[in-house]
């Protein structure tokens, strides 16, 4: 088992992994986006990587806790209850699990992220 994994970003590094908002969630714009997951344990309940989107708005539901960076961009989350937080270059927050409401990306958004899953499992036995 190694140590240490030696996470490189700048913002140079390219997203790889392309993917798409479902519609029913998308509420405007066109959101481009893409990541490139540099770590995941063996249980895949613990992930890190670059996140990147085009501006656009869409609803969000976490199952997961989630820490952020942002490398550049202005993101502005929405909770249901309307609470608002507007995040730009260097700042970093957490969303935890259960947060539910709206994303908006208002210019794009490169962000490093650090997920942990804590409905995964490592144990498959019954």
């Known amino acids: 088992m190694s140590i240490a994994h030696v996470?490189?970003?700048d913002t140079n590094t390219p997203a790889s992994e392309r993917s798409l908002i479902a519609p029913d969630r998308l509420l405007a714009g066109d959101?481009?986006?893409?990541?490139?997951n540099l770590f995941s344990d063996p249980g895949q309940q613990f992930h890190v990587g670059l996140w990147e989107s085009e501006p656009a708005t869409w609803t969000v539901r976490y199952s997961e806790h989630e820490f952020c960076t942002i490398l550049e961009g202005r993101l502005l989350m929405r909770?249901?209850?309307?609470g608002e937080m507007l995040v730009g270059p260097g700042e970093s927050f957490v969303i935890s699990a259960g947060f539910a409401g709206t994303w908006q990306v208002l210019e794009k958004v490169r962000k490093?992220?650090?997920i942990f899953e804590p409905g995964a499992t490592t144990d498959a036995s019954p």
Do not use: H
Not at 79 to 82: H, K, P
């Open 31 to 36: 959101p481009r986006q893409g990541s490139f």
């Open 7 to 9: 996470l490189r970003l």
């Open 79 to 82: 909770d249901e209850a309307g």
């Open 112 to 114: 490093i992220y650090v």
